[in-house]
T-cell receptor, first 113, second 111 residues
Framework: GAGVSQTPSNKVTEKGKYVELRCDPI?????LYWYRQSLGQGPEFLIY????????DSGLPNDRFFAVRPEGSVSTLKIQRTERGDSAVYLC???????????FGPGTRLTVL | EDQVTQSPEALRLQEGESSSLNCSYT??????LFWYRQDPGKGPEFLFT???AGEEKEKERLKATLTKKESFLHITAPKPEDSATYLC????????????FGKGTKLTVNP
């Protein structure tokens, strides 16, 4: 695949449940970013990985949100005890090496009922 | 606080009617200003990066320019397929590699 891929494309869950969102970056890209986009808003930064480590997690809203990238490629965003306010599109982006251009995936639309 | 403001929020044009979108920013040390296009239900698609005042980039009917406080995305003779939301983002000193986005301008081009 040539681009960033994200799964699932849609996720509906109930308040209080745990969810995992997956991102496959472009092959060879060392940097990976997570953003969250609410309706009518621009994407909002969550966390940035350089290799396996989180270089900046200042955008994670609280300790219910956690992300990993154990082998420096695929990343998983984990949300515990979901709340209705977590409903949004979660976007993943990757870049070759910062400060290269960030290329975005199609997003995962999360709906918390 | 660092901010990116885009105007107008929405713009409706007739096919062939040229116009400009604005992105103003207040950041402490710009390390790049980015334009993306976003179609409904899709992720942002990269268009341009600008780094310094006076720089210009062009692609088909789009031209992006940058000054010390704002950027313009000029659309010349737009077509209906140019309809999309255009997002502006900045990267700034002390902000790691994260992008700070504006809310976007929703462009509709009528045939």
């Amino acid at each position: 695949g040539a681009g960033v891929s994200q799964t699932p494309s849609n996720k509906v869950t109930e308040k209080g449940k745990y969810v995992e969102l997956r991102c496959d970056p472009i092959s060879g890209h060392t940097a990976l970013y997570w953003y969250r986009q609410s309706l009518g808003q621009g994407p909002e930064f969550l966390i940035y990985f350089q290799g396996t480590g989180a270089a900046d997690d200042s955008g994670l809203p609280n300790d219910r949100f956690f992300a990993v990238r154990p082998e420096g490629s695929v990343s998983t965003l984990k949300i515990q005890r979901t709340e209705r306010g977590d409903s949004a599109v979660y976007l993943c982006a990757s870049s070759r090496t910062p400060p290269d251009t960030q290329y975005f995936g199609p997003g995962t639309r999360l709906t918390v009922l | 606080e660092d901010q990116v403001t885009q105007s107008p929020e929405a713009l409706r044009l007739q096919e062939g009617e040229s116009s400009s979108l604005n992105c103003s920013y207040t950041v402490s040390g710009l390390r790049g200003l980015f334009w993306y296009r976003q179609d409904p239900g899709k992720g942002p698609e990269f268009l341009f990066t600008l780094y310094s005042a006076g720089e210009e980039k062009e692609k088909e009917r789009l031209k992006a320019t940058l000054t010390k406080k704002e950027s313009f995305l000029h659309i010349t003779a737009p077509k209906p397929e140019d309809s999309a939301t255009y997002l502006c983002a900045v990267r700034f000193l002390g902000g790691s590699e994260k992008l700070v986005f504006g809310k976007g301008t929703k462009l509709t081009v009528n045939p």
